[in-house]
């Protein structure tokens, strides 16, 4: 047995996109799918025995084997993600391997002793007995398996509505810093007014820098056409040239009027973010660039943000991961396809040497959001 769990072992992990550990839960996983199915075809085939020829046994066998792993198939299929690397903790790994060894081992009790209060003492019981606690066995591996994913999922489901949640927030303190700039350009002109009626020149160069020591803070404005584009731009370039990063935009944020503010500073929010820390594994500030773009393309709406970066991409699978840690991190790529896939649109990520680009594409005529 411990042969043949060692050839499963090396197989899952020749054939499955996973880590050690990963591998050994598929196979403890698989070991307990395996008893199950021999148990089950041996109870049946002894049941029937001497009734059906070998040729009959071997069509049953067939037909049983492939039920079994149909029906978990079904019930397998949308337990594991296929675009990332099949990974477990090792308190994960040890409670699967605890309730495959207590199942192998209560399951095979009665073929070494009859002398317990839970073994079997005749033939055919003997098989139920197998067959039903390698039944249960399979089923808790299952439930173990949904109840971990389910976690898995509430904790992302958290982080990333805590992470939009911040996005919003952090649009609504630039967009009061807007409304602040805006009357500061009223009072403006009475600042001026005063300063051209000042006759002493000294006095009016002195409240000259005065004036301009008062409004430097306050930088840059965009203007896309859109308050909401407006203030998360505004909000990402102030921090952006913090670090020497050159911007460039070309927005018209008129084209993503069908976007609900909280939806809008997640995807423009997180795609600048992403941007801004890409742009920062370069050493030198002259080479940090990013770009932003918002047009209309044929039917569709195009968001296009690319930054310079230094080459290195880490994957999960098919899917590019952040290269921080910690929490709230990582989340950014999956918001951003939340919220386009909402409005049945689609986000793509490339890499062509020292540039990466993010693309989102919508239609022209999103229809209304949807909520999984």
Avoid at 93 to 101: D, H, K, P, Q
Avoid at 224 to 229: K, R
Wanted: with cysteine.
């Amino acid at each position: 047995m411990l042969t043949a769990a060692a050839v499963m072992y090396a197989l899952v992990f020749a054939s499955v996109d996973a880590t050690a550990r990963g591998a050994g839960y598929v196979l403890v996983r698989a070991f307990v799918l395996a008893e199950l199915a021999a148990s089950a075809f041996w109870q049946i085939d002894r049941f029937y025995g001497g009734v059906f020829g070998i040729h009959a046994q071997a069509i049953g066998a067939l037909l049983l084997y492939g039920f079994v792993f149909i029906v978990v198939w079904f019930a397998e299929h949308c337990q594991f993600n296929r675009e990332a690397r099949l990974d477990v903790t090792g308190v994960q790994l040890a409670g699967a391997f605890a309730i495959a060894t207590a199942t192998f081992g209560i399951s095979n009790l009665s073929f070494v002793t009859t002398d317990t209060p839970f073994s079997g003492r005749f033939g055919t019981e003997i098989l139920y007995i197998r067959t039903l606690v390698d039944l249960c066995g399979y089923i808790a591996l299952h439930v173990q398996l949904r109840v971990q994913n389910e976690g898995i999922a509430r904790r992302d489901a958290n982080a990333m509505a805590q992470l939009l949640r911040s996005q919003h927030d952090q649009y609504e303190i630039t967009r009061r810093s807007i409304d602040e700039v805006n009357r500061k350009h009223h009072d403006m002109k009475h600042h001026l007014g005063a300063i051209r009626s000042e006759r002493d020149a000294v006095t009016r160069s002195r409240m000259l820098d005065d004036l301009e020591d008062s409004i430097d803070r306050y930088g840059d404005v965009v203007r896309t056409g859109s308050h909401v584009l407006d203030a998360i731009v505004t909000a990402k370039l102030a921090r952006a040239r913090e670090h020497g990063i050159e911007v460039s935009v070309v927005a018209d944020g008129g084209l993503l009027a069908f976007l609900r503010p909280m939806e809008l500073t997640s995807l423009v929010g997180n795609a600048l973010d992403n941007a801004i820390d890409g742009a920062l594994t370069l050493k030198g500030e002259d080479e940090r660039m990013i770009r932003l773009a918002v047009f209309a393309q044929d039917d569709f709406t195009m968001v296009r943000v690319e930054n310079t970066f230094d080459g290195i991409l880490i994957r999960d699978g098919d899917r590019i991961v952040t290269r921080q840690l910690g929490p709230g991190h990582g989340y950014g790529l999956r918001n951003i396809e939340t919220a386009a896939g909402a409005y049945g649109g689609t986000a793509s990520a490339t890499a062509d040497g020292r540039w990466f680009s993010l693309c989102v594409l919508f239609p022209s005529h999103p229809s209304a959001p949807t909520t999984a």
